[in-house]
């Protein structure tokens, strides 16, 4: 069993920038493939990025690709998303979860941990 806990969320002005961090409770997430998705008031949870356990590979929607990065300490059983240039559309509860596959996925049931999100606001 793994427990996920999101923090970092928070009222922020667009254009600005966030770390968004993961902290996972089990023994080591080092070969845990871990991913951040995202959910606005509304509309279905997204794919936001994703970094696999053998490589470190790394992928990234569209919409925040360029101006994210998604990495892991395993050391410190913490996965990050710094998110920079926020736009009001990035406003939205942020998902960490986890997966056994060995590469990175989008999608959702290929993950089997979750945490209980952090909540991102993004003002115009």
């Known amino acids: 069993q793994v427990q996920l806990v999101e923090s970092g969320g928070g009222l922020i002005q667009a254009g600005g920038s966030l770390r968004l961090s993961c902290a996972a409770s089990a023994r080591t997430i080092i070969s845990y493939t871990m991913a951040w998705f995202r959910q606005a008031p509304g509309k279905e949870r997204e794919f936001v990025a994703a970094?696999?356990?053998?490589?470190?590979?790394?992928d990234y929607a569209d919409s925040v690709k360029g101006r994210s990065t998604i990495s892991r300490d395993n050391a410190k059983n913490t996965v990050y998303l710094q998110l920079n240039s926020l736009k009001p559309e990035d406003t939205a509860v942020y998902y960490c979860?986890?997966?056994?596959?060995?590469?990175?996925?989008?999608?959702?049931?290929?993950?089997?941990?979750w945490g209980q999100g952090t909540q991102v606001t993004v003002s115009s």
């Open positions: 970094i696999s356990w053998i490589g470190g590979g790394t």
């Open positions: 979860a986890a997966s056994v596959r060995s590469d990175t996925s989008r999608r959702t049931p290929d993950y089997i941990y």
